[in-house]
């Protein structure tokens, strides 16, 4: 399995063509630039997380994606309704397990949703991962990584190999584990940690991928890579942070297939 410029834009191009109906339970606080961003990639967002409506809005969902980054208990028990009608559809479930090992009532959540189902994406940054796999690895500050992406390679082998979920993990590489690949992306730029919330853009443009390759370890490969690339384009003409979220949602509109071909840096068979 491998990640090639032609795949990625096979695959941009079908969320083009299919506008996939991306069902988002996430937090407050990146709604819109979430939702902006799966607009600008040609999917179609919508932010439900009322227990009243979830599961009909995962009925006509391509993909779900949990994100609980702002939790409470209404929300906790919408997000097991959605989960549950998913798995039952056989849709994507993407889960983005923000500032797990911060506190007990985070980590005890994410790992009872993932007991509940397993998610086909599993999409956090190092120490996320780590909290997920063992209480004895990793420090979690807010929901930002202490631990370099490669330091949660292992982690992620064992997530997989317990949930069979695809595990990414965001880094300064990018690291995507199945079963039995590895695969790592080196796109991104420094400047895309100074901006709140793209980390769950990452997973939300993850549904979107998943929604039309069903190669999952792929989808999320091809998702890192199309939001790295935006971010470092963006980057090279954003004098700061506020000014890259807006380049940003521009090259992710227009992404073409020469950038992919001119800038897709990839490791398979990484750690």
């Not at 979830?54 to 702002?70: C, F, P, Q, W, Y």
């Not at 397990?97 to 790992?111: D, I, M």
Request: hydrophobic share 45%; net charge negative; proline share 4%.
């Amino acid at each position: 399995m491998s990640i090639t410029p032609e795949n990625t834009w096979a695959s941009v191009s079908a969320i083009r063509d299919q506008a996939p109906l991306i069902h988002n339970i996430t937090n407050y606080v990146v709604m819109n630039s979430t939702a902006n961003a799966l607009l600008a990639l040609g999917a179609s967002p919508v932010m439900a997380h009322a227990q009243e409506e979830v599961e009909d809005m995962v009925n006509i969902a391509s993909a779900l994606v949990i994100n609980i980054g702002t939790l409470s208990a209404p929300w906790v028990e919408a997000m097991g309704s959605a989960a549950r009608k998913a798995a039952g559809r056989g849709i994507p479930l993407v889960l983005d397990p923000v500032g797990a090992g911060a506190t007990a009532y985070r980590t005890q959540t994410v790992r009872k949703l993932m007991d509940t189902v397993s998610p086909t994406i599993i999409r956090g940054n190092a120490s996320e991962i780590l909290a997920l796999a063992t209480s004895e690895k990793g420090e979690t500050k807010g929901v930002d990584a202490t631990e370099s992406s490669q330091n949660a390679i292992e982690a992620a082998h064992w997530l997989n190999e317990r949930y069979g979920s695809t595990v990414c993990i965001s880094g300064e590489t990018d690291f995507i584990v199945g079963d039995q690949v590895v695969i790592g992306i080196g796109n991104g730029h420094p400047l895309m940690t100074r901006v709140t919330g793209l980390g769950c853009t990452a997973s939300a443009l993850c549904g979107a991928f998943a929604a039309v390759n069903s190669s999952f370890p792929l989808a999320a490969a091809q998702a890192m890579a199309v939001m790295g690339i935006a971010g470092e384009m963006a980057a090279e003409i954003s004098p700061g942070p506020g000014s890259l979220q807006l380049h940003f949602l521009d090259f992710l509109y227009r992404l073409t297939k020469d950038d992919l071909a001119r800038r897709l840096r990839i490791s398979a068979g990484a750690g």
